[in-house]
């Protein structure tokens, strides 16, 4: 008889053990980011909540390229914004948006938000994604539209908005602004801010060569539920976690 299990996400009885996974996650996503090319100067910012103290979440240094983050870069900040681990600004709309979101989503343990190309170039059109490819169907009824932009978002009550407009999905659509994604873990989260950028780019391309033939209702939903499920978008990660880990291993340091 076959040895072999199913890989599974990790559960830890060890908070700071667990504090270190999330870390180490969280300065993975950003290489990725990077690699990607998902990172535009100094905006975007990936989130994850503190297992120590869920009031509290880490984040991306402000004004540093996700290119260079380690985990020893990361900083953590508390409900008011204050810096309570690391020796780096925040960035104000990082904490704005991921705050509330954070506050508003007791189940979410991470968030991404970036100004990817193609996520940005269809938030223009006020468009969400449609039902095209399988892949888009992991967010079949599952993404939010946020039909307004009021500039850099650098009030609370405009990241409660975006908490809002998010309500219970794993993605929302930024108007003339981005993509932000959550989910049960940075593995997850991240996950569906990759599939979900290229995706964007499949729609353009295809609005661009005709008319995109839709796939049915009943078929988009049942597919979501084998491709956008918890399990699905963690699962989806860690070929990539992997391929990170190779070939930039410093991002643990």
């Not at 300065?27 to 990607?36: D, G, I, K, S, V």
């Not at 998010?166 to 932000?180: F, P, Q």
Request: overall charge negative.
């Amino acid at each position: 008889m076959s040895s072999l299990s199913f890989p599974s996400p990790p559960h830890f009885e060890d908070p700071y053990q667990e504090r270190r996974h999330r870390l180490e996650r969280l300065a993975a996503a950003f290489r990725l980011f990077a690699l990607f090319g998902f990172d535009e100067g100094v905006a975007g910012h990936i989130t994850v909540r503190d297992p120590i103290d869920p009031g509290h979440f880490w984040v991306n240094p402000f004004g540093m390229d996700f290119s260079q983050i380690r985990v020893s870069d990361l900083i953590m900040v508390d409900h008011t914004g204050e810096v309570i681990a690391g020796e780096n600004y925040v960035n104000r709309a990082a904490f704005v948006i991921h705050s509330q979101v954070h506050q508003q989503r007791p189940d979410v343990i991470a968030a991404c938000h970036a100004h990817s190309l193609y996520g940005k170039a269809l938030s223009t059109l006020g468009q969400r994604l449609d039902p095209i490819t399988q892949d888009a169907c992991a967010f079949y009824q599952d993404h939010a539209l946020f039909d307004d932009y009021t500039g850099v978002v650098v009030d609370l009550e405009e990241g409660a908005r975006i908490a809002s407009a998010l309500a219970s999905y794993k993605a929302a659509i930024l108007r003339n602004h981005g993509l932000l994604t959550v989910g049960h873990s940075v593995d997850e989260a991240a996950w569906w801010f990759i599939t979900m950028e290229r995706s964007c780019h499949a729609q353009l391309l295809a609005q661009s060569s005709g008319t995109p033939v839709m796939i049915s209702d009943e078929m988009a939903a049942h597919t979501a539920t084998q491709v956008g499920t918890h399990f699905a978008g963690w699962f989806s990660f860690q070929p990539l976690y992997q391929r990170i880990l190779a070939e930039q291993p410093e991002f643990l340091k």
